[in-house]
């Protein structure tokens, strides 16, 4: 599957300055998140352990894990809003501890919690982004009419987002992180408290998205289904660590025969989530065990 567009990482680092940072040309043109031996301690608790994985161009890329195993903190990183302890990782061609400044012009972030303006009306939340990332005035209009459009938004543009439901303020919140045409583009938890028909519209967005513009995607779920249906590829996290790295089929695969990602999930991410796992998260995940083996 060949994307329709380059993405903007495929005009990266000529590396004419000569800046600090040796990128390997390999890793460019295949990679465009290359993480080695990232680390985070909260004090002395190891909340992110020496994790390496790498995500091609293009590519959708999922963390999964229960509560507690350290996405969150990964994708912080990631995006500069967290220090890095120690390792490091090259983030669209940028070194994300040496450069942060240059990994933020590349990417979108959509965080876990809320992040959209209930008091503006979603045009001007655009606005907002659009002039955070520094997109010159005269580019500012179309930009936000073609993130609306892409979000499907146009028609709601000029109303208070306090009205939306959660799945507009999703994708509103989507369409913020997209503004400036980013490489890649990371999302925690995108559709966790959506109702499913929510959750449908946001994931066949991102799947649009991917599939128009060859935006690298980097996902955290708690959802196998989407993880499933959404991802190339996908990272198995318990306590900080990856357990496991490879495609959908080939973690069933690992499992034996007909396992789907929630075996993957229980025999990988720990069946026994323990006190970090919601009431809510556990009814939800013991129904979907109930439906598969039922009917
Ligand atoms: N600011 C913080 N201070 C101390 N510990 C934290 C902080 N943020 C997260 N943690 C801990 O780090 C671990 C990973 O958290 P997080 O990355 O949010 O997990 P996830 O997103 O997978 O649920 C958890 O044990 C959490 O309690
Ligand atoms: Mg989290």
């Known amino acids: 599957m060949e994307p329709a567009r380059p993405p903007d990482a495929a005009a990266l680092p000529a590396q004419a300055g000569g800046g600090p940072t040796v990128i390997d040309a390999t890793v460019i043109d295949a990679t465009v998140i290359d993480v080695r031996k990232l680390t985070h301690r909260f004090g002395t608790f190891v909340a992110v352990d020496h994790l390496s994985f790498g995500v091609g161009r293009g590519e959708v890329f999922g963390l999964i894990g229960a509560n507690g195993a350290g996405k969150s903190t990964i994708v912080r990183m990631l995006t500069t809003l967290l220090p890095v302890t120690s390792g490091g990782a090259i983030v669209a061609g940028y070194d994300l501890v ?7 012009k590349h990417i979108g972030y959509v965080p876990q919690l809320m992040s959209a303006d209930g008091d503006l009306t ?35 543009a000029r109303r208070l987002v306090k009205g939306f439901s959660g799945g507009m303020i999703r994708r509103l919140e989507i369409a913020q992180g997209l503004i400036h045409r980013p490489a890649i583009l990371f999302l925690d938890e995108p ?12 994931l066949d ?5 991917r599939a128009e513009t060859a935006t690298t995607i980097l996902v955290t779920s708690h959802y196998m289904e989407e993880i499933e249906e959404l991802c190339d590829r996908l990272g198995v996290l318990k306590e900080g660590r990856l357990v496991a790295v490879g495609s959908p089929a080939e973690l069933e695969a690992r499992i034996g025969p007909g396992a789907t990602l929630d075996d993957v999930f229980a025999a990988l991410a720990g069946e026994e989530a323990g006190p970090a796992e919601t009431q809510a998260y556990r009814d939800v995940r013991l129904s979907r065990r109930a439906a598969r083996t039922h009917g």
């Open 205 to 209: 967005h991102l799947a649009r998205l």
């Open 122 to 156: 979603a045009f001007e939340n655009l606005l907002l982004s659009a002039r955070l990332y520094g997109i010159p005035q005269r580019e500012i209009r179309p930009r936000v009419e073609e993130a609306l459009a892409a979000m499907d938004l146009t028609p709601f």
């Open 191 to 202: 559709t966790v408290g959506l109702d499913p028909a929510a959750r449908h519209a946001v």
């Open 98 to 104: 040496k450069q942060p400044g240059e990994v933020r």
